[in-house]
């Protein structure tokens, strides 16, 4: 079946790294995406990575896609006190482009 | 930039009440879906429309649940006769290559 999982929690530090996984089920997925959520708020397309891709660098955010082992991160360089939210990776799935999500992992960044 | 709007923002209803939601997806896109989000959980695909009919739905999307295109530019989504079980945010999203979301409607069932 379809499900994306994801770690619950994280906890950094501002000004360092934050890595955000998660791992996928549905192969033939042709795009990966990464939203962002703060409280109360609606979803932010952060980035995409297309199945075809292994790695996709935006600014402060990095991709990587792990095909073989249908495994997807997120790094977040330089990490703000802004980046708090919860962050949900999700794959498109089934014949019209669904987006399954995973089940969001919250990034508390500490001063 | 263009994006996906929703109204309202907020709704309540009372049980049994029917709502209706509303959405302008981006204008040039072709695929629209609704998803829900029950506060705490993930979020979860309810249907996609293409072509002005359902193109998948999922076992959440059941015969109280409808979804519109009324002109050419919403698409709504129907609630018939709410529980309080539907309390939820409602998002809307449209795609053509990347698939973009609308803010949300928080829907409180009373």
């Known amino acids: 079946g379809e499900d994306v999982e994801q770690s619950l929690f994280l906890s950094v530090r501002e000004g360092d790294s934050s890595v955000i996984n998660c791992t996928y089920t549905?192969?033939?997925?042709?795009?990966l995406y990464w939203y962002k959520q703060e409280p109360g708020a609606g979803l932010q397309l952060l980035t995409y990575?297309?199945?075809?891709?292994d790695m996709k660098q935006d600014q402060r955010l990095t991709v990587l896609l792990n095909k073989k082992d249908k495994h997807l991160s997120l790094r977040i360089a330089d990490t703000q006190t802004g980046d708090s939210a919860i962050y949900f990776c999700?794959?498109?799935?089934?014949?019209?482009?669904?987006?399954?999500f995973g089940t969001g992992t919250l990034l508390a960044v500490q001063p | 930039e263009p994006e996906v709007t929703q109204t309202p923002s907020h709704q309540v209803t009372q049980m049994g009440q029917e709502v209706i939601l509303r959405c302008v997806p981006i204008?040039?896109?072709?695929?629209f879906y609704w998803y829900r989000q029950i506060l705490g959980q993930k979020v979860e695909f309810l249907v996609s429309?293409?072509?002005?009919?359902?193109?998948?739905k999922s076992e959440i999307f059941d015969d109280q649940f409808s979804v519109e295109r009324p002109d050419g530019s919403n698409f709504t989504l129907k609630i018939r006769s709410t529980k309080l079980e539907d309390s939820a945010m409602y998002f809307c999203a449209s795609n053509e290559g990347e698939q973009y979301f609308g803010p949300g409607t928080r829907l409180t069932v009373t």
């Open positions: 429309f293409y072509n002005n009919e359902i193109s998948e």
């Open positions: 990575i297309f199945s075809n891709m």
């Open positions: 204008s040039n896109h072709l695929y």
């Open positions: 999700a794959e498109e799935g089934g014949a019209t482009n669904k987006l399954i």
């Open positions: 549905d192969s033939s997925s042709t795009y």
